[in-house]
Structures are given as structure tokens and as C-alpha cells.
């Protein structure tokens, strides 16, 4: 579970920013909308909206959620002197450029221990790492490096509850190139102490940028798994129109080549490619698989059957979405969504949100999502605490910041509020000349 991100000197993010998902003390739609743990006095949030005007850095505050993951995970198998993908510091002012990207998360793994992890680096290196435990509350230091600009090497620390022989941490200290986090690579060298936050960043956490839709390979699996009336239910509850869905596998048709100008084919397609070549070792021709949707015509109960390619694109996004919003609801995963909104209609975004408010949350799991869908700033839907702005500041720097700064009345129209810009966040549109 998140409990806040912070980054700086990212993109369109200059000074640090901080989304923070712990609850005030207000007591509204506390039952739905809050998180409360077993003999912890905190509470935290289900979900939280970003709100703002285009280009303000709503999404790249979720890029830089992405970009620690990514580095997270994959950082240690980099090439020496291969500069850290994703790093992108502010460039709009000439004395930032060669300064750090700063990232920091605050989270509950699956072992209910809280953890804080933070790195801060340039393409070319990681300047400082470290990470504090809270095993029963208390705060542990498991590492820090940092960069010696003057010798160009690394101070090391490693605290007492910091498992592993002396050797043991010498190898994972040798083994950390400047371009890797030493969590990356300590994980891959079998840290086992680590595995536990590791496994949270891996699986607990799924970023979803502008450009990137969920794979629907997870919607194909439920299908797969004889549980497609999951997805069916999904589909309906949306009122698409859809009578039933189902999945068939079909020789790879010659013409796959050009499926690149069907992104969704694309993706379907790319799934069933075998990787060892046109046949595998059995001599089995590869297979794509064929995702159809049924239609029933009310009159005379005659069936058609339709690609999913046929259907448009709201469909096609809200298959896609429903494999992964049942997962992120099942495991209780922190799901990060940019543009909830994009092709769908109002009622289904509303709807989608309402989920992770719902019964069907048993895990808690989060949603975090940007949109400019402003019939969803509704305090029966969203507590305050949950609303949260980004704008440009005289620096052209992305500023984020809560509603709860304005101290808006429980009954406020927040949505009527926010279009005549009483919380700001919002393009001022000029005349053309």
C-alpha cells in the first residue's frame, strides 16, 4: 500500500513534490473511501485524483512513479557507462540541468512493514541511496551509498539489522555499478531481506502513463481460466451491449505482418508469437489468439459474433482495463492510471472509480488516477482529501497541491467551484489574434 511519493528535478518538476495518501481526520465516507489497519492510529486513503490544466505535469508525476519502478527492477542488468533510462532532469532553468533527479516512496509491503526507500541520480549516476525499515514502528537503517564528487567513489553504511555476511555485502557492494541502484542488485544476488519490498515495487505497484493501455493479456487469462464472466460482468455493468465474450487460438494468419496498423491486434498478436522461431521444436506452427464478442439482437435473438478490433475504442480500452482492475482489486495493488477518463464515458470512469470504494476492495488496494473529468469532483464520490491540483508556477515549474488548502465547506460544489477557478489548476484560454 502507498503512503506518498515524493520527486524532484523531474521534467516539468523542479522543487520536490509530494502526493501523500494518509487520511486526514475527517470522518467522511470514512467506511468506503478510508484504509484503517489493525493497531495502527494512521489511516489511509483508496484513492486520490489528480487534477489540472494540459501540459501542467500531471503525468509525469506518474512517469516518475514509472521511472522508479523501472530502475527498481531493471537497473542492475545495464551495461557499464549506459546512461539510467528515464532520467530527465528540469531543464528550464540553466544551473538545474546537471543536478539530481530525486525519488522517494513511503510503503506497506506484504510483510505489514512499513518501508522508505530514496535514490537520487543523474543519466550518468546514482548520487545517493538508502532505505530505513519500520519493523513494529521503529526505524531501521538498512543502507546508504553516496557519491564522493571529489574521489568519485562511494561512501558505504550498512546498519546492524541489515542481514547478510560481512563478505556477503562486500560482493553486492562490488557488483553495484555507479548506473544501478544497489536494491536492484543486491535483489538479483539473492539478498533475501530485500525480496520482501522488492516483491511490493514488482508486483504491488502498476503505472499506467499516456501511451501505455494494461496489456490485455490479464482480461485474456480470466477468459483463459474459465472466469471471462468476470470480464463479462464488467462489460455489462458498463452497458456496451455486449451479450458474451469468449477467446479462440488460430494459425497465425500470413499477412501478420501487417498488423501494426491495428494496435489492438498488435498487442493480441504479440502475445502468441513463439519466440524460437515461425515453428517450435515440436513442429507446431505458432497460434494468435482471437478475442470475439457476442451480440444478440433483442427481436429476433439472432446472434453476431464480432472481433474485439470491431468494437470501438471505449470497448476495446475498458477489455483491456477490467483483467488488471480485477487483479489490482484481488491482490490489493496500488494502480496508477494517467487519463482515466480518455474514451470513456463519464458514468463508466464513475463507475470504475467507485470499485475500489466498494465490497469488491477486500484487499486494499489503490487507485491513483489523473483526469480532467470533472464530474467526478463529487463530494458523495471523493472525500476532500482525496482531490489534489497541479499548475505551473512563475518558473513554469509543476506545483501540486491538495484541496484541503483551500479548506473547502463539506457542501461546497467543488465541481462548479474548480471551472470557475476558485482552486486554480485550470488553463486560462486566450483570444486568437
Same mark, same amino acid.
Given at each position: ?25 475527517? /470522518? ?15 489511516? =489511509? ?5 489528480? =487534477? ?30 549506459? @546512461? ?12 538545474? @540541468? ?23 541520480? &543523474? ?34 553504511? %550498512? ?50 502513463? /499516456?501511451?501505455?493501455?494494461?496489456? @490485455? ?40 505482418? %501487417? ?26 506452427? @505458432?497460434?494468435?489468439? *482471437? ?30 482495463? &477490467? ?19 480518455? /474514451? ?38 471523493? *472525500? *476532500? ?12 515549474? &509543476?506545483?501540486?497541491? /491538495? ?12 465541481? *462548479?467551484? =474548480? ?15
Amino acid at each position: 500500500m502507498l503512503i506518498e511519493f515524493s520527486v524532484a528535478n523531474f521534467k516539468s518538476i523542479l522543487e520536490r513534490q509530494t502526493l501523500s495518501m494518509v487520511a486526514s481526520a475527517d /470522518s467522511e465516507h470514512a467506511e468506503k473511501n478510508v484504509i484503517e489497519l489493525p493497531g495502527e492510529t494512521i489511516k =489511509y486513503l483508496k484513492s486520490a485524483v489528480v =487534477y489540472g490544466p494540459n501540459a501542467a505535469g500531471k503525468s509525469n508525476l506518474l512517469k516518475a512513479m514509472l521511472v522508479l519502478q523501472q530502475l527498481i527492477l531493471h537497473s542492475a542488468s545495464s551495461q557499464e557507462g549506459i @546512461p539510467m533510462i528515464g532520467i530527465t532532469p528540469f531543464l528550464l532553468d540553466g544551473n538545474i @540541468p546537471d543536478e539530481p533527479s530525486e525519488f522517494n516512496i513511503v510503503f506497506i509491503a506484504s510483510d505489514g512493514v512499513k518501508y522508505e526507500y530514496h535514490f537520487s541520480a &543523474t543519466p550518468k549516476a546514482v548520487e545517493k541511496e538508502w532505505m530505513v525499515a519500520y519493523p513494529h514502528g521503529r526505524p531501521q537503517r538498512w543502507f546508504e551509498r553516496e557519491l564522493n564528487k571529489t574521489t568519485g567513489k562511494y561512501e558505504w553504511w %550498512f546498519g546492524s539489522k541489515f542481514k547478510g555476511e560481512k563478505a556477503e555485502k562486500k560482493v553486492w557492494q562490488d557488483f553495484t555499478r555507479n548506473n544501478s541502484l544497489f536494491f536492484s542488485t543486491a535483489v538479483q544476488l539473492n539478498n533475501e531481506q530485500l525480496k520482501t519490498p522488492f516483491g511490493w515495487i514488482a508486483n504491488q505497484l502498476i503505472v499506467i502513463t /499516456s501511451g501505455i493501455d494494461l496489456n @490485455p493479456l490479464l482480461s485474456i487469462n480470466l477468459i483463459k481460466n474459465n472466469e471471462g464472466h468476470k470480464i463479462l460482468d464488467y462489460l455489462q455493468a458498463a452497458d456496451i451491449g455486449i451479450d458474451g465474450i469468449d477467446i479462440k487460438e488460430e494459425d497465425l494468419p500470413p499477412q501478420a505482418q %501487417f498488423m501494426g496498423g491495428n494496435p489492438f491486434m498488435q498487442a493480441i498478436g504479440a502475445l502468441n508469437f513463439n519466440p524460437g522461431g515461425p515453428e517450435d521444436t515440436a513442429g507446431q506452427k @505458432p497460434k494468435m489468439i *482471437r478475442v470475439t464478442t457476442t451480440h444478440k439482437n433483442a427481436e429476433t435473438n439472432e446472434v453476431v459474433h464480432l472481433g474485439i478490433e470491431d468494437e470501438s475504442e471505449g470497448t476495446r480500452k475498458l477489455f483491456n482495463l &477490467t483483467g488488471g482492475w480485477i487483479r489490482s482489486l484481488d491482490i490489493g495493488a496500488t494502480l496508477l492510471v494517467d487519463e482515466l477518463e480518455r /474514451s470513456l464515458h463519464p458514468k463508466i470512469t464513475r463507475f470504475l472509480v467507485e470499485l475500489f470504494h466498494s465490497n469488491k476492495n477486500q484487499s486494499n488496494a489503490q487507485l491513483i488516477f489523473t483526469t480532467h473529468d470533472t464530474n467526478l469532483l463529487d463530494t458523495s464520490l471523493l *472525500r *476532500r482529501d482525496q482531490i489534489w491540483f497541479v499548475e505551473k508556477n512563475n518558473s513554469k515549474a &509543476t506545483y501540486l497541491y /491538495s484541496l484541503l488548502d483551500y479548506n473547502p465547506r463539506k457542501e461546497e460544489a467543488l465541481e *462548479r467551484g =474548480y471551472l470557475k477557478g476558485r482552486y486554480g489548476a485550470v488553463p486560462v484560454v486566450g483570444e486568437i489574434n
